[in-house]
């Protein structure tokens, strides 16, 4: 496995990364979530990622490898609201009480990196919530503070001098990050976690995944369909090629450290490691993708957007 520094952190991740999204919004099971970790943890991917938000997300990869923990990069986010925690939406009170909550879910001393959770600009301007996190690493609870987000308001974050890691959308259906936020991050060292790194499995279609991403992969599929590529001409031979077109083509992206595919599924986490160990796609694959984004998004009329 491909390992990558995480800007200016300096810490060594690697490529593929595991996104605890799925696991927490679908219930999958505690021996399921157990399986795929340790799989991944044994195949060198070493940077797990999850969510205050992901109902259930963080107590399955406390309870999965908190015993392993000195083997992985370790990234929660936090700033919503919950039920029972006290204060508002991005308050230093919420805040504070999601990291120490985080702490004991995932059985650890320490997270590597807090990410504010897709706060506006105005909430980043407004200073609190950033400087609550600052709070929080001076306290020895985080290592690094960092943001998760797109366009302008991640082109803000990667600004301030605090924010050491970005989290943002990249892959073959959202590639407006691609330009608007990579060449600054780059320039300022900033670590980038790309989410959303085979864009949902846009390929399967509209309303095609079960639960919570029935709905939210429907922008992804609709891009898709009108961006009109095959694997035929990307010089793949047929569909079941997909994920692996997709993660090579995130992780092709200059400023890209670690590509966080979110799966239920321990045979897809194999395939996943499968594609990475192939390196970067051609760049005529590559050039063909951008080509065919730029071309469905000026017919659609309408710019299309990093996705939350
Ligand atoms: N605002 C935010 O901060 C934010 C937003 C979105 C996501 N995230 C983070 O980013 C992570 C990744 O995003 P995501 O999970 O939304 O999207 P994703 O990783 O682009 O796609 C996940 C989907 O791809 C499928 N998949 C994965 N590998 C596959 C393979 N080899 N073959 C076929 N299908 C495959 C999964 O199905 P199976 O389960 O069947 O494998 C799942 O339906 C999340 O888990 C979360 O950690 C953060």
């Known amino acids: 496995m491909e390992n990558r520094k995480l800007g200016r952190t300096g810490i060594a991740v690697s490529a593929l990364g595991f ?80 990291v120490d909550r985080a702490l004991r879910r995932l059985k650890t001393d320490h997270l590597d990196v807090m990410l504010l959770h897709s706060c506006d600009q105005e909430v980043l301007e407004k200073g609190e919530a950033v400087d609550a996190l600052v709070k929080a ?30 989290e943002t959308s990249v892959n073959i259906c959202d590639q407006l990050n691609i330009e608007m936020l990579l060449p600054e991050a780059r ?12 864009a949902n499995a846009a390929w399967k279609g509209v309303g095609q995944q079960p639960g919570f991403y029935a709905n939210y992969t429907t922008t992804y599929a609709e891009r898709f369909a009108a961006m009109g590529i095959a694997p035929g001409d990307l010089g793949f031979d047929s569909d079941a090629a997909w994920p692996e077109i997709a993660l090579r083509y995130t992780l092709s992206q ?16 194999a395939k996943n490691l499968e594609a990475v160990a192939k390196g970067p796609l051609p760049d ?20 299309w957007t990093g996705q939350r």
């Open 187 to 198: 320039s300022r060292d900033i670590g980038i976690i790309v989410k959303r790194p085979v």
């Open 254 to 269: 200059p400023g890209v450290t670690t590509a966080i595919v979110g799966t239920t599924n321990p045979s897809n986490a």
């Open 19 to 98: 996104g605890g999204g799925p696991v927490g919004f679908l219930g999958t099971e505690q021996e399921k979530v157990t399986e795929i970790l340790n799989f991944l943890l044994e195949n060198g991917v070493n940077f797990i990622d999850t969510a205050a938000g992901y109902p259930g997300s963080e107590e399955a990869i406390g309870n999965a490898v908190s015993h392993r923990r000195d083997e992985y990069t370790l990234v929660s986010k936090c700033g919503q609201a919950f039920d029972d925690l006290e204060g508002e939406a991005w308050s230093a009170q919420v805040i504070g009480q999601t």
């Open 284 to 303: 005529a694959a590559i050039e063909k993708i951008g080509a065919a984004f730029h071309s469905a998004e000026s017919a659609s009329g309408a710019q």
């Open 137 to 166: 690493r001076d306290a020895g609870k985080i290592r690094h503070v960092g943001y998760s987000g797109d366009n302008e308001a991640a082109v803000y974050a990667a600004g301030l001098d605090v924010v050491d890691v970005i």
